[in-house]
């Protein structure tokens, strides 16, 4: 399962997706963020999503269709 950063632009309505955090950055300036690359890397995003009034951003796993399919074969063999 890989890793990845979605970043959600409000105004206008955007969303990309990154598999770094310097990628995001080095892709988006502060004043697109919102914050400053300091704040960014210091964030926990494994805990939080980062929100301000500009954008959204999410460190998320990304699923292949096998993780999805032993994801179901497992629950299956849960609930049997």
């Known amino acids: 399962m890989k890793k990845v950063y979605i970043l959600i632009l ?3 309505l955007v969303i990309k997706t990154y598999t770094s955090l310097v990628a995001l ?3 988006n ?3 697109d963020l919102g ?3 300091s704040k ?3 964030f926990d995003f494994g805990k939080f999503n ?3 009034n500009r954008v959204i951003i999410s460190y998320k796993t990304a ?4 993780d999805v399919r032993r994801k179901k074969l497992e629950e299956k063999n849960e609930s049997e």
């Not at 699923?63 to 096998?66: D, E, F, K, Q, R």
């Open 40 to 42: 960014l890397v210091k």
């Open 63 to 66: 699923l292949s269709s096998g």
């Open 35 to 37: 914050a400053s690359r």
């Open 10 to 12: 409000q105004k206008p």
């Open 25 to 27: 950055i080095e892709d």
């Open 50 to 52: 980062y929100v301000n």
């Open 29 to 31: 300036t502060n004043i």
